[in-house]
């Protein structure tokens, strides 16, 4: 934003718009592209390009919001929710999204910093998408560990379903009302594990 002091801007909208509500948004984001790579940053590019939500971007983030950039996300997330249904295929992403998804998450939330500078607003970025998509990224793979172990992989279709549904949900209340957003993670926390547990339980209960 040429000739706009974006340390002003943060001081004159406050610490809410300009930390609390991008932080827990980011969060929000984070965690989904734990469970998706692409999916919530098409979801943000598309709120974005249409002025949806009150969503903002910061400007050195604006080419998420183009027309290639979504073109592109939309073809990447389409052939990633096709292939997370195929099993082995499914652990080769879930594999290859211990990179993926923290760089993702990191761009998604650090895009929503729009109130900081560059600089803090990619450090913004790091401290609050990186962990977070790790650490979603990582209880999808118990699921689709324990998936595979008592199915065969059969199972890992209707897996990764749900997650797909999990992942558009947890980004329309991030757009809708990010203050929930931590609700909403301890809620999907106990999901995704309660998920594992019945997954990874199975045989058992088969036994019996």
């Avoid at 594999?95 to 760089?103: M, N, Q």
């Avoid at 109130?115 to 803090?120: F, H, L, R, S």
Wanted: no cysteine; net charge neutral.
């Amino acid at each position: 934003m040429p000739g706009v002091d974006l340390t002003e801007v943060g001081a004159a909208v406050g610490p809410l718009q300009t930390w609390v509500l991008p932080a827990l948004l980011g969060l929000g984001l984070a965690s989904a592209t734990g469970l998706r790579t692409f999916l919530p940053l098409l979801m943000l590019a598309l709120a974005a390009k249409f002025e949806m939500f009150g969503i903002r971007l910061n400007d050195q983030m604006g080419w998420l919001g183009s027309w290639p950039t979504i073109s592109a996300l939309a073809i990447a997330a389409v052939a990633e929710f096709a292939g997370d249904k195929v099993p082995a295929v499914d652990h080769a992403l879930n594999a290859i999204g211990y990179v993926t998804r923290p760089i993702a998450g990191t761009v998604a939330a650090g895009s929503v910093f729009w109130g900081v500078d560059p600089a803090t607003a990619a450090v913004a970025g790091i401290i609050v998408g990186a962990p977070t998509a790790l650490a979603f990224n990582a209880a999808q793979t118990g699921v689709r560990v324990g998936s595979t172990a008592t199915t065969g992989g059969l199972g890992n279709p209707f897996v990764s379903f749900i997650e797909d549904m999990l992942a558009v949900l947890t980004v329309i209340v991030a757009f809708l009302a990010p203050v929930i957003i931590p609700l909403v993670l301890v809620i999907l926390a106990i999901v995704v594990f309660w998920l594992a547990k019945r997954i990874r339980d199975r045989p058992a209960r088969a036994g019996v």
